[in-house]
């Protein structure tokens, strides 16, 4: 049973999320199920991370169908991270959603969506097979957009009409990709296509295809011509589901990225340059989009825009440090952008509202909460030793040492703009004093809560903060998952020899 | 919808329609059909009662909410997918099939359960959406 290790990461939210759809009517039970679920679904994260780790690359053909004919699950380091800190977030989020959630939506189904969303990421992580990335993609965007609808506000409604047309759009163009791909190669299993692609002749339809490829996925994590949904979006749902939004969606589309632009496409010149271009743009964009912003969540889902760039940078740098600093910051982005949205679910509460103008005095009314808040705010920003720091060093060395000046001042200006912005919040929301605000009535202040409320809000928080911390002081452990990823990105033989069953000589 | 000709059949062509699309189920493996269709196939049919006589009568010949369905036609999925890693030590959903042929289902393996748990989870899906805006109208 344990050699099936590879699927069990997506059967554990399935089988939640089924176990989650029997009790329907049931609130309170349908928390617990959630919890245990997330927990369960960490420790098997941890443990095929760990076999992964000491075996090299795991590989299973679901239906026990021969590689290039059935679809191959396939675990190597970069999935089964990702799969992990998937899991480490989703845990918190379960935590943080038995208060943030109230009743009524989650008897919408809430958290039995929410399960099906992340079993949908951990298909996307696994999978070794093009068309069936699609279909995780098509659950992932379903459920995100039953959990962006939850609830049914008008602003919410608004919200998802421009996040479904666009994502829908995306796939469409993702979709006539595996189209041509098929119909240029007949085969979709991607350790295939890593042999076949470089041999076909008409390099001209596999330079317009990988491009359809950049589309399709550049939509989906927000990158800078199509990224207008994002902060159209983020910030309507309650925090619980933006946060969830912010850790993880757009993180898969740099994951097919990484993925599909190493294993399938490898970057040539042309598509370097356009990917440079765009990366610095979205860049750009985001950290000014954010600039402007008066509203806290809408700061942050521009911020979201602006760190996309640096992850499709340095993967246009396409060196192998380059991939690892991109990879880092993949890590590092997950994790804050994660809790940075949950603090914003805690600072609605304190405030009554998340625009900028109506925050003040938090560090005297909550030191507390400050102080805890100020880390994954300082860690964005990349102020050593905080977690932001490392990945940056990598990128920063990776273009200047590829000789891309232009790259290297795109970074250090969207690094500069996010310490501007930080800044900027810091000093409105915690340092002034507090403005006489009105008091909402009938609005549950974060003062009313009981204890356990709080805790609720505020442990999720400190695990996630304390994840922030560990990569922050013991950066060379992620560093060290993050060159072994690179070293497998690079050199594609490993994947297609995990996939085919063939044993490598030498280990990794 | 009051009407004699409409009511009169629907109670006739329930069962019957219910028959054809275990027919369609069954044939699913090798022909057309399947538990997609199947299940589209039941959910008409419970429409059609509905439509003739008023949601109250369909919801009592059904006794159990349509939305029940859902979980259950996944769970049977699901073990039907689980099986072999459990019996064989073989993959995620590899065929598992009895030697022996059944009368009239013919050779049966876990294909047909998981087509089964489809059509439950479409049939489920199908009602819950219909009498969720028919009874908000």
């Known amino acids: ?508 | 919808m009051k009407s004699l000709i409409l009511h009169t059949i629907s109670i006739t062509l329930l069962p019957l329609l219910i028959l054809f699309s275990v027919f369609v189920l069954l044939r699913g493996h090798y022909l057309p059909g399947g538990g997609f269709i199947g299940g589209l196939i039941a959910a008409i049919a419970f429409i059609l009662h509905a439509f003739a006589n008023g949601l109250k009568e369909t919801r009592k010949v059904l006794r159990i909410h349509p939305g029940f369905l859902i979980p259950v036609g996944l769970s049977i999925a699901v073990l039907s997918a689980l099986a072999p890693i459990l019996m064989t030590g073989d993959p995620l959903m590899t065929g598992l099939w009895y030697d022996k042929d059944i009368a009239i289902l013919g050779k049966i393996g876990s294909a047909l359960f998981f087509d089964t748990g489809v059509y439950l989870v479409v049939v489920g899906v199908c009602l819950t959406i219909i009498f969720t805006i028919s009874e908000s109208v």
């Open chain 1, 1 to 508: 049973m344990s050699e099936h290790l590879t699927i069990y990461p997506i059967l554990v939210h399935l089988i939640t999320a089924i176990l989650l759809l029997f009790f329907w009517m049931n609130p309170k039970i349908q928390r617990y199920i959630s919890i245990v679920g997330s927990a369960a679904g960490i420790v098997i994260g941890g443990l095929l991370f760990s076999r992964v780790w000491e075996n090299g690359i795991q590989s299973i053909q679901l239906g026990n169908w021969e590689a290039p004919f059935g679809i191959s699950m396939v675990a190597d380091t970069l999935a089964v991270s990702l799969i992990l800190l998937t899991n480490i977030v989703a845990f918190a989020l379960s935590i943080y959603s038995t208060e943030n959630m109230v009743s009524s939506r989650v008897k919408f189904g809430y958290y039995a969506i929410f399960h099906f969303l992340i079993m949908g990421l951990s298909g996307a992580f696994l999978t070794g097979d093009l068309f069936n990335l699609y279909v995780w993609f098509e659950v992932i965007i379903i459920s995100s957009f039953v959990l962006l609808t939850i609830g049914g506000r008008k602003i919410q409604i608004e919200g998802a009409v421009k996040y479904f047309t666009l994502n829908m759009i995306s796939s469409i163009i993702f979709l006539t990709g595996i189209a041509m791909v098929y119909g240029a190669t007949g085969s979709l299993n991607m350790a295939e296509l890593s042999r076949i692609i470089p041999e076909i002749e008409n390099k001209g339809l596999m330079q317009t295809i990988s491009l359809i490829f950049f589309i399709g996925f550049g939509v989906k994590s927000g990158v800078f011509p199509l990224y207008f949904w994002l902060p159209a979006s983020y910030h309507t749902p309650p925090a619980a589901v933006s946060a969830l939004f912010a850790g993880l969606l757009t993180k898969v589309g740099i994951y097919a990225m990484l993925r599909v632009f190493t294993l399938i496409f490898p970057l040539g010149e042309t598509n370097q340059i356009i990917l440079m271009i765009i990366a610095g743009l979205t860049m750009f964009f985001g950290g000014i989009g954010a600039l402007v912003q008066k509203d806290m969540m809408r700061v942050f889902s521009y911020l979201i825009i602006c760190h996309i760039g640096f992850m499709v940078g340095g993967l246009s740098l396409f060196t192998e440090v380059a991939i690892v600093g991109a990879i880092m910051y993949m890590f590092h982005d997950i994790i804050v952008k994660a809790t940075l949205f949950m603090l914003g679910g805690v600072m609605f509460r304190i405030f009554g509202s998340t625009r900028l103008y109506n925050m003040g005095g938090m560090m005297d009314d909550y030191p507390k909460l400050s102080f805890l808040f100020a880390i994954p705010l300082f860690a964005l920003v990349g102020i050593p030793p905080l977690s932001g720091f490392w990945p940056k060093i990598s990128l920063f060395s990776a273009s200047y040492t590829a000789g891309e000046i232009a790259m290297l001042v795109m970074f250090i200006f969207a690094s500069l703009i996010t310490l501007v912005i930080i800044a900027k919040i810091w000093n409105k929301s915690f340092s002034t004093s507090d403005p006489k605000r009105e008091r909402k009535l009938s609005f549950k202040y974060f003062n009313d809560f009981s204890f356990a409320e709080k805790a609720a809000y505020v442990a999720p928080i400190i695990l996630l903060v304390g994840v922030t911390l560990y990569y922050s002081f013991f950066a060379e452990h992620f560093q060290m998952v993050a060159e072994r990823i690179g070293e497998e990105l690079m050199n594609t033989e490993h994947y297609y020899n995990a996939v085919y069953g063939i044993k490598e000589v030498s280990e990794l």
